[in-house]
């Protein structure tokens, strides 16, 4: 149950290790919410967003950290992203990514 929640709202990667191999931050709240705080360095693709950005995302080769306010989208996003072929992790709340910068 606990890996299933870890896999669901993050925590489960070490995210200091994948950031280390240059990964790209996705935060996927709405744009309203990401401007009240964000990662920094982070792109904001809002969820409803991401499928039109897969293309791209595919081209860049680095893994992705995806984030959002509580995890849920996050998880959802990086689910999304790994069903392409993109190496993805969900880092769950972005408050909690951005504490490794």
Not at 19 to 42: C, L, Q, W, Y
Not at 52 to 70: D, R, Y
Request: aromatic share 6%; proline share 5%.
């Amino acid at each position: 149950m606990i890996n299933f929640l870890k896999k669901l709202f993050g925590g489960g990667p070490d995210l200091k290790e994948i950031i280390s191999r240059n990964a790209m931050i996705i935060d996927v709240r709405t744009p309203e919410e990401f401007r009240r705080g964000h990662v920094k360095g982070s792109v904001n693709i809002p969820l409803n967003s991401l499928h039109g950005n897969i293309k791209k995302l595919q081209k860049k080769k680095v893994p992705i950290i995806t984030c959002c306010a509580s995890g849920r989208r996050s998880g959802i996003a990086a689910k999304q992203l790994e069903q392409v072929g993109i190496e993805a992790y969900n880092g769950g709340p972005w408050t909690r990514v951005r504490g490794y910068f």
